[in-house]
Each structure stands twice: as C-alpha cells, then as structure tokens.
C-alpha cells in the first residue's frame, strides 16, 4: 500500500454545491496530485503540489481549486460543482528523490446531479 | 495526434497465453516510460517503471522501451485471470508530469 487515504471514498451531491475531497498520505512525499479519470480520456491531471503552500495548475484545472497546509494532506475543492465534474478523482503522490515514480490512492466517485 | 496513443481494447485471451500491450508517443522529450495496472474501483497501481530505452523484466513482465520508434510494450508471460484488468501506460519528461494513454481492458479466460 502507497500510504495514500482519500475522502470520502463516494460522495453524491447537487450542481452548484460546494465540493471538498481529502488526499492524506503518511509518507512525508513532497508531491502530491489530484487527476480525474473519465470514460474515453483516461487520467488528466487538475492540480500538483510540490510543496506546503506551494501548488500549480494541470490539464484540466478550471473549476477546482487545491490547498496544501500541512505536508500529509492535500484538498481538492469544486467550489459550485456541475455535472461535467462527475468523474472518479485520485490523488497520487512521490518522493522528492530523484525521478521517482507516482503511487496512486484507490479514488473518490464523485456523482453531481 | 494525442501525445500517448494506446490500443483501445478491449483484449481478451486464454489463461497461459502471451499477452503483448503496446503505446505510442509523439513526444521525445519523454524519458520515463511506466505501465500501470488498475482493478475495478481501485487506483492504478505501478507495475513497471523504466528510464530511457531497453528491457526491463520482472517475474512474468517484462516491459520494453523503443525510443527511436517511439513505442513502448508491456508483455505478460503465461497469463492469468488474476491479470485481467485495465493496463494504463504513462510517461514523463525531466518534470515528472505524467501523460498517460488510455487504458485498454484485458480478459484473462480461465
């Protein structure tokens, strides 16, 4: 197991809701992901964090938005969800080491309806 | 012409057969060529890690790296239908940031 935990693991909500999900790792890894994987696209990446406080953007970054106070924990936030946001969310993380590979949490189901 | 390009699937052969999954890249600036596994309702889960060009085994897997071609194959030795799963190919440039193909299903029938 990578150390990896995210929240929650389902979650269904109405469009315009306010969206938070949970990526925890135990691993002290410097970086950390989130992506989302959609019938006929694959894995896109959102947001990344290489550091406390210090995120960028992904492929696919409009209409999330991401913070990292703490070393263990990264969020992920739909402020006014909609529909084209229903997707299966993962949260990867690596070491800071060298070019070491990314190691993926098991997801969060997200449903907007 | 998508940067990773992976064959759709899905694949389906019998228990023992070799399996072989290929990518397709446009990008040579990738260096870092990984395979990743992911079961249903599960994270994809890191198989093969490889840098540059060559041949890497590991047990039934061994994972090849053409960079003059740009193509990269994972090949699956006596499979099992513990082996059926979706198989995601990825890689990075000197960034880290992964670019993955799509995925291609594969069912192993006992």
């Known amino acids: 197991d990578a150390g990896i935990t995210q929240s929650p693991r389902h979650k269904v909500t109405e469009t315009g809701t306010p969206v938070t999900l949970r990526c925890h790792q135990t691993e002290n890894h410097r970086y950390m992901y989130w992506y989302r994987q959609d019938p006929g696209h694959g894995l896109r990446l959102i947001h990344y964090s290489y550091g406390v406080k210090d995120t960028d953007k992904g492929e696919v970054s409009d209409g999330y938005s991401v913070s990292r106070s703490k070393t263990e924990d990264f969020l992920l936030t739909l402020e006014s969800a909609t529909s084209s946001q229903t997707s299966v969310y993962f949260c990867?993380?690596?070491?800071?080491?060298?070019?070491?590979?990314?190691?993926f949490g098991d997801g969060t189901r997200l449903s907007i309806l | 012409q998508k940067e990773v390009e992976q064959d759709p699937g899905p694949l389906s052969v019998p228990e023992g057969a070799i399996v072989s999954l290929n990518c397709t890249y446009s990008?040579?600036?990738?260096?870092?060529f990984m395979w990743y596994r992911q079961y249903s309702r599960k994270g994809p889960e890191l198989l093969m890690y490889t840098y540059s060009s060559g041949n890497k085994e590991d047990g039934r897997f061994t994972a090849q790296v053409d960079k003059s071609s740009k193509y990269i194959s994972l090949f699956i030795r006596d499979s099992q239908p513990s082996d059926s799963a979706t198989y995601l190919c990825a890689m990075s440039a000197i960034d880290s940031k992964l670019t993955f193909g799509k995925g291609i299903t594969l069912s192993v029938r006992p």
């Open positions: 990867a993380i690596r070491s800071g080491s060298g070019n070491q590979p990314q190691h």
């Open positions: 990008n040579s600036a990738f260096q870092y």
